[in-house]
Nanobody, 124 residues
Framework: QVQLVESGGGLVQAGESLRLSCAAS????????MGWFRRAPGKEREFLAA????????YYADSVKGRFTISRDNAKNTVYLQMNSLKPEDTAVYYC?????????????????WGQGTQVTVSS
């Protein structure tokens, strides 16, 4: 079955960086768009970033544009989220998601599979 496993979360101070990873298995990764989302306590799930199947196209939410970078390594079946200049309001559980067999432009909807999430806590 499809598995998406996030890692790299933790506790950091404001202004620091983290890189999240999401290892995928059970799907044709190189034919899947990938996305990152987060859910903060008491809030709705929020789209952050997406990348197309080849890595040639990305799409970001305005809230993280310029601070977060999504990338992928199809040889390793892994997608990454580099997060810089972290703020306390970035505290949330971060999830990766896969849109299997989607070869179009990356977006914020239509994801078929989700990981379990990794906690990111940013202290002030």
């Amino acid at each position: 079955q499809v598995q998406l496993v996030e890692s790299g979360g933790g506790l950091v101070q404001a202004g620091e960086s983290l890189r999240l990873s999401c290892a995928a298995s059970g799907l044709t990764f190189s034919n899947s768009a990938m996305g990152w989302f987060r859910r903060a306590p008491g809030k709705e799930r929020e789209f952050l970033a997406a990348i197309n199947y080849s890595g040639g196209s990305t799409y970001y939410a305005d809230s993280v544009k310029g601070r977060f970078t999504i990338s992928r390594d199809n040889a390793k079946n892994t997608v990454y989220l580099q997060m810089n200049s972290l703020k306390p309001e970035d505290t949330a559980v971060y999830y990766c998601a896969a849109d299997h067999w989607y070869l179009g432009s990356p977006g914020s909807h239509g994801y078929d599979y989700w990981g379990q999430g990794t906690q990111v806590t940013v202290s002030s």
